[in-house]
């Protein structure tokens, strides 16, 4: 009995890497030969639409200046833009820093929502959305430093009457520091480049990633705001968007930089609340997506694959276990199906070979050379990167459980600049 | 500063060493009981050889990267031109400042060296008169008018005055302050950009832009990439006789939508106020208008029909005579504008993109920006 459950739950997990595998080549080789589709930074407007851009702010005051200076450089009609810093519930300098950009300034105008009780960017972008009157609205990080032109591109994309948002492509600015910057440089890389452009020229379903990108206000307010408890209002919007028959238009050339972890346990506390958000969307929206009328069959399944990936690196975890308990119970016999089954899952247990052949495929795209030889430190990586999202997967389910509200964990800074 | 081992691979050598010698351990007190101490060795020779190999295997992969780290040779992050601004006339005011820089301040007519490029001269004129078939090799920043005759070969103009360049001529960069006249079958291999007016004849290549702040009037069977004007039109302007768009001050956001997986169609005469988004085709049929954007496959507008919106197609788009698309056009596929038909309106710059092919019918009027990714044409019954 214990055996034949062993064996059915290591065919799915092989069933589940296999399918994953698969739609990572899909994805590469459509970026490498399929016909990609345009975005609308070509579009010239002298009519542009007021914008507002909200940036949620919790102790930043190593990267703030540099942000604000960066979104107020823009070529954006003065007249039309409105920035909004929010601060939320800082105990660094960055208030000191906003209310003197705010002097210099006056399309600058923070909010402080301190004394407000809860923290976190959902409950601070809800709160900051109550005042907002203009169509558009863009979201940044405060590590992100937009260049001139990337705001009028970014709400370009909304001259398309079936785009709810727009995401731009994020890329790591202090790549050099250290071997994990450098890492996180490739699948960043690797998740844009490739994998978000395949989605978009597959007219499949790119992410809204929440940090270089915007959404239309009206959307936002009949979705009703973010989840006050989630910590992936990124996800949330994405599958709010396509339940409603919106799509994320991803514009692969709307670049802008941003400061990833630079230590091992920032990058941690970081995938690991990723991990813990992003699970929650998925119990809450896996159902209402695989069943909205209006996408296609592929595109559900895309939708399916999307709030799945968090939970791909737990399972594999229980395949492996459940591989070496059929060993250890003599039961994985040297010729047979379970062996052909262990292999497929050692195959995607040090690396998975297929986003590291995007990684690559990505890295070529952009130019790069020798930083192709770094490759095969993804597979050292990898086991890092499971274990991290189990954690936030297990995280969630205790959350369920025990009805728990999670706290943001944010990602320290080191005010690097490009 | 990069720092070349880091953390992690410290750790991982670390754990390859303990691995290495609780092997070594374990072969040489555990392995066999009754072996002696030379056997004893031999399997933790064995043993070590093993796990060594083991541990190349694991890190000779590895070394290119260790050496990448050490040395960074491609560390830098993917570049992003934080300055880049989005404008179509670049090109023309980019060049103008850089030629003027280099030859402004130098006497008349004398060669300068230009854009450090070898073997490339410019000189700076009061004006310029070319007879045909001269061949002129130096860059020019002309202070007046540029007149020349047939098939004169410009390399790259400034004119401060109006130009007008014969017919069979060929040119590779045109900027000028006054108005702009290309005779017939003339050739641009890069760009031209004009302060004021622009007038192209037949058959002329306009390479890889023309902008102009006025209008640019095209000739019969001339093929572009990418033209900004105000307006564009094939043939003489045409008034717009439908007048200003109603909503042509604003910014066309419908929050109102009507979305559908089967071809879609407006009748004739009928007015729905809504943006339009389908799996499928959209057909507005004469005198058809919407107050809203359109999203489908192929999109077509009839006759004197008007589109107050954008119009954004994963196929074609095709406006026939008449017809009128006050927003921008996107189409992944080619865009055909039938006679007199109009995209943008007076003083309201919008885009008409192509994955394909343009195709600009006489009298068709685009207020802004036409861009053609694969062949753009004009198609004029108009003379000259």
């Known amino acids: 009995m214990v055996v034949t459950i062993l064996t059915i739950w290591v065919i799915f997990v092989i069933a589940v890497m296999l399918l994953y595998t698969t739609r990572h080549f899909i994805f590469t080789f459509s970026r490498l030969f399929h016909r990609q589709r345009v ?46 810093p929010i601060n939320d519930h800082s105990n660094d300098r960055t208030q000191e820093i906003l209310d003197r950009y705010a002097e210099r300034d006056p399309r600058i105008r923070p909010l402080n929502l301190s004394g407000r009780p809860t923290r976190g960017k959902s409950n601070a972008l809800n709160f900051a959305l109550e005042n907002v009157q203009s169509e558009i609205v863009l979201v940044f990080d405060a590590d992100y430093t937009p260049g001139k032109g990337l705001l009028r591109r970014l709400v370009m994309a909304f001259i398309d009457p079936e785009v709810g948002a727009v995401m731009g492509r994020v890329v790591p600015r202090n790549t050099n520091v250290s071997l994990l910057t450098r890492l996180l440089s490739m699948e960043r890389s690797g998740g844009y480049q490739v994998d978000q452009q395949a989605r978009y020229n597959l007219d499949l379903l790119p992410q809204y990633g929440g940090t270089v990108g915007g959404f239309r206000l009206a959307l936002l307010r009949q979705i009703g705001g973010f989840d006050p408890h989630g910590l992936s209002e990124d996800t949330e919007l994405t599958a709010s968007i396509y339940e409603r028959g919106w799509t994320v238009l991803y514009d692969n050339r709307a670049e802008c930089y941003e400061e990833v972890p630079d230590n091992w346990m920032s990058r941690f506390n970081q995938l690991r609340r990723w991990s813990r958000g992003h699970n929650r969307v998925m119990w809450g929206h896996l159902l209402r997506i695989a069943f909205a009328r209006n996408l296609s069959g592929v595109q559900r399944a895309d939708a399916a694959f999307l709030l799945f990936c968090y939970v791909v690196p737990p399972l594999l975890i229980s395949g492996w276990v459940a591989e070496f308990l ?59 990167n499971s274990w991290t999202i189990t954690t936030g997967f ?25 | 500063m990069l720092k070349p081992i880091s953390p992690v691979l410290r750790t991982v050598t670390l754990f390859a060493v303990a691995a290495a010698l609780v092997v070594v351990f374990f072969a040489l007190f555990y392995s066999n009981g009754s072996a002696g101490p030379e056997q004893r060795l031999d399997t933790a020779i064995a043993a070590l050889a093993i796990v060594a190999g083991f541990a190349a295997l694991v890190f000779l992969p590895m070394l290119p990267g260790l050496l990448e780290l050490r040395r960074s040779a491609d560390a830098t992050s993917l570049t992003i031109d934080q300055n880049y601004s989005r ?31 070898s073997k490339e001269y410019g000189r700076i004129v009061p004006s310029l008169n070319l007879d045909d078939g001269e061949n002129w090799t130096d860059a020019v920043l002309s202070k007046g008018a540029v007149t020349t005759g047939k098939r004169v070969h410009l390399v790259d103009l400034y004119a401060q005055g109006d130009v007008r360049i014969g017919a069979g001529s060929t040119l590779r960069a045109l900027a000028a302050d006054g108005d702009v006249q290309l005779e017939s079958n003339v050739s641009v291999i890069r760009w031209i950009d004009g302060e004021k007016d622009v007038r192209v004849g037949p058959n002329a290549n306009l390479g890889h832009s023309l902008s102009a702040v006025g209008a640019v009037e095209l000739g019969n069977n001339v093929r572009f990439s990418r033209i900004c004007g105000n307006p564009v039109v094939v043939g003489q302007p045409r008034v717009d006789r439908r007048g200003p768009a109603p909503d042509a001050g604003s910014w066309p956001l419908g929050n109102k939508r009507k979305t559908a997986t089967t071809t879609v169609t407006i009748g004739r005469g ?24 359109i999203k489908g496959d192929d999109v077509i507008v009839g006759p004197n029909a008007v589109v107050y919106g954008n119009v954004v197609a994963r196929g074609d788009v095709m406006v026939r005579d008449g017809g009128a698309i006050r927003g921008h056009v996107f189409a992944e596929g080619s865009v055909f504008l039938s006679r007199d038909s109009v995209v943008g309106s007076a003083g309201r710059s919008k885009t008409l993109y192509s994955s394909r092919n343009v195709e600009l019918a006489d009298g068709a009027t685009v207020f802004g920006w036409v861009i053609c990714e694969g062949d753009g044409t004009t198609v004029s019954t108009s003379p000259g």
């Open chain 1, 39 to 84: 975005s609308f930074g070509d579009a010239y407007e002298d009519n542009l639409p007021h914008l507002t851009v909200l940036v949620p702010m919790h102790n930043e005051e190593l990267v703030a200046a540099d942000c604000l200076r960066a979104i107020v450089a823009s070529d954006y009609p003065a007249d039309k833009l409105h920035v909004v």
């Open chain 1, 326 to 384: 059929l060993f250890g119970m003599g039961h994985l016999r040297p010729i047979g199906g379970l062996l052909l089954a262990f292999m497929v899952v050692l195959y995607n247990s040090f690396g998975n070979f297929a986003p590291v052949y995007e990684v690559a495929t990505a890295e070529i795209l952009d130019g790069h050379s020798t930083r192709l030889y770094l490759l095969p430190f993804l597979f050292y990586s990898f086991p890092f």
């Open chain 1, 394 to 418: 297990i995280d969630n389910v205790g959350d369920s459980i025990m009805s728990r509200v999670a706290h943001w964990e944010k990602t320290g800074r080191a005010g690097t600049r490009a």
């Open chain 2, 87 to 117: 404008d179509p006339r670049y090109m023309g005011k980019s060049f103008r400042e850089k030629i003027s820089n280099v030859l402004q301040s130098a006497p008349m007519h004398t060669r300068m060296p230009f854009l450090n490029r």
């Open chain 2, 270 to 293: 009928e007015s729905v106020e809504t943006d339009l988004v389908t799996r499928s085709n959209v057909e507005v049929l004469e005198g058809g208008v919407v107050k809203g954007s």
